[in-house]
């Protein structure tokens, strides 16, 4: 499923990056009392009475301004609204209707989409009635909230979500669903033409040639999967422009909706930090990962340079001893028809369920192995176990002591029912609860 998006745009210090750290649950913008301390835009998930969407937070707008920074910025705010499904026009109680709130409210009426108005500051409602001016804005009802102390957010959010679009199914359950994804540049078009025997997809060397995400489908061995082809994830702070930052939202959008992820490594340049974060992007959204270091016939090989090349990753990033590694050339052709059958593999262990006397014969076994180590001399027990999800896999095991079971142990049982069952590729999700008994 799509999720949908929400910015977020109002003049400068009005408390946008307060709100959506707010909204999403964790400081991830900077807040500082300088006006335009925000000038790209940060986008995180954020959920309501079990709605999901993306937050967009943008920098303050000044409508009018011929400053080259403030240009940029209202550019960067108004590329956010096209992309939004609503908009909330955030404004300040404390200063009350601004002159450049109402130059934006000229522009914001003229939106073929549902827009908030939203009042922030208001720390005293409902003794407080500020909001109430804002109704000359003729922007409709004004929503009071008070991002530093959390009012107001459920009124506000239960207006919201019924404006949200509704969920799209992206296809029959029978079907993979693949992303390509990767660094700038690393031959994912490449790949995805090579995979498809032609040129579906625009290849060049400049780095940001793909912007949106292309669905590409083909039928193997009676599956139906659709590869989609993405935009190169960068580090925040190299994206400079409006358009390649929503080619960003959108590959994250894709990223969350895929069932595998085809994460393309350029082997000619190693393994960088990038392409671990984007591995990781995908493992901690719950998709299967495959490791496909193209441009492997550009590397100067020995014996045993690829299995190096997988001994280095998963020194530098544990989790990737688990996720296949692929070494192929799309511009050859070298092993690219295995990508193909690593991804049955790895979808079909994404949905693997195991029987929940399997489960529990495991845990007997894995306690008889190794039991849990006791906590302030009490003995810990793991009694019973079953698989509660697919699409990942999530195991749900019942303790008398759940919370008392360190780290090490959890990665002990995750590492031991993967080997179990072979769920090389997909991650395991491990819930621990306490027993009734």
Not at 295 to 301: G, I, N, Q, R, T
Not at 344 to 355: G, I, P
């Amino acid at each position: 499923m799509s999720l949908p998006v929400v910015a977020v745009v109002g003049r400068p210090n009005v408390g946008k990056s307060t709100f959506f750290n707010r909204a999403i649950g964790q400081r991830l913008a900077i807040v500082d009392d300088t006006p335009g301390v925000t000038r790209d835009r940060n986008f995180a998930r954020a959920e309501w009475t079990g709605r999901h969407f993306f937050v967009v937070d943008t920098g303050g707008v000044v409508e009018g301004s011929h400053r080259v920074i403030d240009r940029q910025i209202r550019e960067q705010a108004m590329t956010a609204v096209e992309e939004a499904d609503v908009v909330l026009f955030m404004v300040d109680s404390k200063t009350g209707v601004h002159p450049l709130d109402q130059k934006l409210a000229e522009v914001l009426r003229k939106v073929s989409k549902p827009v908030l108005l939203t009042v922030n500051k208001v720390d005293n409602h409902p003794l407080e009635r500020s909001h109430l001016d804002f109704w000359e804005l003729g922007m409709g009802e004004p929503y009071p909230v008070s991002s530093v102390a959390g009012r107001g957010f459920g009124d506000l959010f239960d207006a919201l979500v019924p404006l949200l679009p509704d969920e799209e199914d992206d296809g029959p359950s029978g079907d993979i669903r693949v992303a390509v994804i990767g660094k700038p540049n690393a031959g994912k078009s490449s790949l995805v033409n090579r995979l498809f025997g032609e040129d579906r997809v625009m290849v060049s060397e400049v780095p940001g040639t793909t912007r949106d995400p292309v669905d590409l489908a083909m039928r193997y061995h009676g599956r139906e999967i659709t590869f989609v082809d993405t935009a190169g994830l960068r580090r925040h702070a190299r994206i400079r422009d409006s358009v390649e930052y929503y080619s960003t939202l959108r590959t994250a959008r894709v990223v969350r909706d895929a069932g595998v992820c085809l994460v393309v490594i350029d082997a000619a340049e190693g393994l960088h930090v990038q392409d671990i974060k984007v591995a990781e992007t995908a493992w901690e959204a719950g998709c299967g990962v495959i490791a496909v270091c193209n441009k492997w016939d550009l590397v100067e090989k020995e014996t045993s340079t690829a299995p190096e090349f997988q001994r280095e990753a998963a020194r530098r990033a544990p989790f990737l001893k688990h996720v296949p590694f692929l070494f192929v050339s799309a511009l050859t052709g070298l092993r690219v028809r295995k990508t193909l059958d690593l991804v049955l593999e790895v979808a079909e262990r994404r949905t693997q369920r195991v029987a929940t006397h399997e489960v529990n014969e495991a845990v007997e076994e894995l306690v008889r192995r190794q039991p849990p180590p006791h906590a302030r001399g009490r003995p810990v027990r793991i009694k019973f176990g079953t698989q509660a999800e697919t699409e990942p896999p999530t195991f749900i095991l019942f303790s008398n002591l759940p919370d008392e079971i360190p780290a090490h142990y959890r990665r002990y049982i995750l590492n031991f029912l993967r080997r179990r069952w072979g769920f090389h590729g997909v991650p395991l999700r491990l819930r621990l609860r306490k027993s009734g008994r």
